[in-house]
């Protein structure tokens, strides 16, 4: 999970606590879905999780922080599954391969969840979750250039790869962002076409 400092959310330790909190952030994301961000209100969203209006303020200290608590989980998410994608790479192709396919699982995953969507709409006014976005993109393009400083000759520079992995991360949440505005088909193959260039481009650095 990302977190923030000060923190604007408590996690729950007990088991009872959680159950709260899970049944507050489904009924965030619901109201988002429904509503879009301006139909997030503390009030409304007390009475779709069924609680009190006081256990929110127990847990988080306002509207900003139930939209960064979510942000933070769906990025914690895209932890996962680019660990999980990267692990055990041998080789340049195989680097190659795991980063055609990634930005079109998450397009994939926000097309399940139209409030991701708003989320990222957050950050253009969300301080808190524009942190945890810029502390994802750092984390992401970490964890692409470890895995691809092995595979790179070293006339490439640690600062032009670093660099490179920084745009593909920022270039694929951008991309994925522009392909949801359009048809799902429309939007698969923008999708498709931005992996091709990624690659192209990546192989393109190879041979120069």
């Known amino acids: 999970m990302y977190a923030l400092d000060p923190p604007i959310w408590r996690e729950p330790k007990q088991a009872r606590s959680r159950e709260r909190v899970e049944a507050i952030l ?4 619901d109201l988002i879905m429904e ?46 599954e680019l660990t999980e994608r990267f692990q055990n790479i041998e080789s340049i192709k195989g680097w190659l391969d795991a980063i055609e396919g990634a930005t079109a699982v998450f397009y994939k995953r926000n097309l399940q969840d139209p409030a991701i969507a708003e989320l990222w709409r957050a950050a253009s006014t969300s301080k808190a979750v524009r942190e945890i976005d810029n502390a994802s993109t750092i984390r992401h393009t970490q964890l692409l250039f470890d895995m691809a400083r092995p595979h790179f000759p070293a006339r490439v520079t640690d600062e032009e790869l ?5 745009m593909v991360c920022e270039l694929a949440a951008t991309a994925i962002q522009r392909a949801l505005l359009l ?7 923008y999708i498709q076409q931005f992996e091709a260039m990624v690659r192209a481009r990546l192989a393109e650095m190879m041979l120069d």
């Open 26 to 29: 489904r009924a965030a994301a």
């Open 35 to 80: 509503k879009g961000l301006e139909g997030l209100q503390m009030r409304e969203l007390a009475k779709h999780a069924n609680v009190p209006i006081g256990t929110l303020y127990q847990f988080f200290n306002d509207r900003e922080a139930i939209l960064a608590c979510l942000a933070s989980r769906y990025l914690s998410w895209q932890d996962e």
């Open 162 to 166: 670093e660099i490179t992995c920084r």
């Open 183 to 189: 048809p799902e088909q429309k939007g698969s193959i």
